[in-house]
Structures are given as C-alpha cells and as structure tokens.
C-alpha cells in the first residue's frame, strides 16, 4: 500500500514537471477562446479553482493575460488564495505579462510575494512556477534572490531546484550567490542537480571570463 501511494506521488511530480516544461514554450501560441476573454477577471480567477489540468489553467491564463495590466491587483490576491489552483493560475498570467517589459513595473510590488511563494508553498508546480515568474521579470525580479538561492539548494525537488537555479541566472542575481549556488549543486549526491550545476556555473564563468568548472566526482571527490 506503501508503495502504490509513494508511486502515485511520484506520478503526480513528473507529469506536472513534464507538462510545466511542454507548456514553457507554447504559452503565447494560441489565443484565448472568445468565450473566455469575454469574462471578468474575477470569474476568470474563480474558474480556476476547478481548473484541474495544466491545460485548463493555461487557457484562462491566456485569458486574464488579454486583460492586461488591470488584473495585476486580482492576480496579487489570488496569490494568496487556499487553493493551489488559482495560485498556480495567478503566476502563470503574470508570467504571461511579465514577458512584456512594460507590465514588469506594475508586477514589481507583488516580487515579494512570488518569492515567498517559491520557499513555502507545499505545492510544487506553484513552487516551479513561482521562480520562472522571477526570471521573466529579468532584474525587476532580483528582490527575490535570495528565496531562489534557498530553493535551488534547499527544495526537496529536482524539477523546483533546477527552476529557481535557472531563474537566478535570468535575474542576473549576485554572482557571489550564484557561486554558492552552483557549488551546492555541483557537490551534490544528485546527479540531476550536479550535471545542471556545472553547466550553469560554466555558462556563468564563461560570461565573467572565469575558469572551467569540473564535477568533482570526476575527480574523486563524489562518489
């Protein structure tokens, strides 16, 4: 019994790691369904209660989005809300907007709160989600460094790990962060974790013309 709940647990994080990363670079291709853009952003925020799939919650993020700039205040409350849904929802449409440079000073105030968001929230697609906000608000993001250092190291989750280590990169956090950042990960028992940090710690190196970095494990230093 045991297992079949720890396999059904595991299921639940892969498929909602996989479809995080499918939907990553379809978010914008579709446009919205009259039927939805024609709706307040408040309906639209409640609908996403019961929006059980990824899919559904990107459509009436796509939706929100359409509203611009006039939603922020919503999307900052539903941050808030009890059900992971809506808060899953709320970030994905302000990721949405953020990726319009103009929206990000509108997006800023609610910086703090997206960053708590991505060190406390049992959930783990709002935890994903929360640090990819981050980075696509680019440096208006970098308040929210110091919760992105935390989850790349701390998360108990790959997939959460690898999204706030992406997002310090996307913010151009303090390289002396960043440093430690990368070094957890590379000393890391978790081959994930370690591959990932070492790509982004030479990525990092190259950019401040510094030295190569090694897997230490290549070097004995890991098991």
């Known amino acids: ?5 720890v396999f059904k ?3 639940l994080v892969w498929s909602t790691a996989l479809a995080h990363v499918a939907l ?3 978010a914008d291709k579709r446009a919205p369904t009259p039927q939805l853009s024609s709706q307040s952003a408040t309906a639209l925020i409640k609908q996403s209660r019961d929006a059980y799939t990824i899919f559904e919650r990107k459509d009436l993020s796509q939706a929100l989005a359409t509203k611009g700039v006039s939603a922020i205040a919503e999307l900052g409350e539903a941050l808030s809300h009890e059900h992971w849904h809506v808060r899953h929802c709320a970030l994905m449409t302000l990721q949405m907007l ?6 990000r000073s509108a997006i800023l105030p609610l910086v703090p709160k997206i960053a708590d968001l991505v060190v406390k929230d049992p959930a783990i697609g709002v935890r994903m ?8 608000m680019g440096d208006q993001g970098k308040g929210g460094q110091t919760q992105l250092a935390d989850a790349a190291v701390k998360d108990q989750e790959d997939w959460v790990r690898i999204a706030a280590a992406t997002a310090l990169n996307s913010i151009n956090a303090d390289v002396p962060v960043m440093l430690l950042v990368y070094e957890a990960m590379i000393r890391s ?3 994930m974790s370690r591959a990932e940090g070492i790509s982004k710690a030479n990525r990092l190196h190259e950019k401040k013309d510094r030295h190569f970095i090694r897997d230490p494990s290549a070097e004995g230093g890991l098991s």
């Open 1 to 5: 019994m045991l297992r079949y709940h």
């Open 9 to 11: 647990v595991m299921l």
């Open 24 to 26: 990553s670079g379809e």
């Open 98 to 103: 953020a990726k319009t440079g103009g929206n």
């Open 129 to 136: 989600m929360a640090a990819d906000c981050l980075g696509t």
């Open 189 to 191: 028992t978790d081959k």
